[in-house]
């Protein structure tokens, strides 16, 4: 069955340092896969999507994300964090039956 | 532009008491979506459609109904709330089915004691 981990729950990092986001699929092809932002008392907003072509795909609020068929990976990064960056990051996945998985969120703290 | 728009926000329930969550989209979009969200487990698939008319079961649809009657809404009702039942409920919807972004709604905070 098609699932979505993102192993780490909870994130800090200092403002200005660098954001790494991990996410794992199970999924025999290659699904669409998505990365998700979540600020609080909001619904999600897309960052950016996955499908083929390019492995780094960029996203918005300078994002960008890696794909990684070898490692089942689409992790997320961000050269240089800013205080509102401060939010829930979840990444989903799609393998063409429109039922989106997601995974179970990574919450990100923003130090000043 | 209203995008998609969940009513209401917050409420409150009773176990065993009934209710209507109502989410309308005005962008037209054929799919739509009901997750409900709790810590620890992200958001799970309650029911979903394909288009006006038409509905199907997702993840966790036990205890749920839903109803498409027009394209732009999609209802999710709870029969007789149970605390299990406790959730932010986010409605979602798509121009297509695969590949799409999802547009979700503000949420809907709900307690059911």
């Known amino acids: 069955a098609q699932s979505v981990t993102q192993p780490d729950i909870h994130i800090t990092v200092s403002e200005g340092a660098s954001l790494e986001l991990r996410c794992n699929y199970s999924?025999?092809?290659?699904?669409?896969l998505f990365w998700y932002v979540q600020s609080p008392g909001q619904g999600l907003q897309l960052l950016l999507k996955?499908?083929?072509?390019?492995?780094l795909v960029q996203g918005i609020k300078g994002f960008e994300a890696e794909f990684k068929r070898s490692q089942s990976s689409f992790n997320l990064r961000k050269p240089s964090v800013h205080w509102s960056d401060a939010a829930e990051y979840f990444c989903?996945?799609?393998?063409?039956?429109?039922?989106?998985?997601f995974g179970t969120g990574t919450r990100l703290k923003v130090l000043a | 532009n209203a995008g998609v728009t969940q009513t209401p926000k917050f409420r409150v329930l009773k176990t065993g008491q009934s209710m209507t969550l109502l989410c309308a989209q005005d962008m037209n979009h054929e799919y739509m979506y009901w997750y409900r969200q709790d810590p620890g487990m992200g958001l799970r698939l309650i029911h979903y459609s394909v288009g006006e008319g038409t509905t199907a079961k997702g993840e966790v649809p036990d205890g749920y109904n839903v109803s498409r009657l027009k394209k732009q809404n999609f209802l999710l009702g709870l029969e007789s709330a149970a605390p299990s039942q406790t959730s932010v409920y986010f409605c979602?919807?798509?121009?297509?089915?695969?590949?799409?972004?999802?547009?979700f709604g503000s949420g809907t905070q709900l307690s059911v004691l």
């Open positions: 979602a919807s798509s121009r297509a089915g695969t590949g799409e972004k999802l547009f």
């Open positions: 996955y499908f083929s072509g390019d492995t």
């Open positions: 989903a996945s799609d393998s063409g039956t429109y039922k989106y998985i």
């Open positions: 999924y025999g092809a290659t699904p669409y």
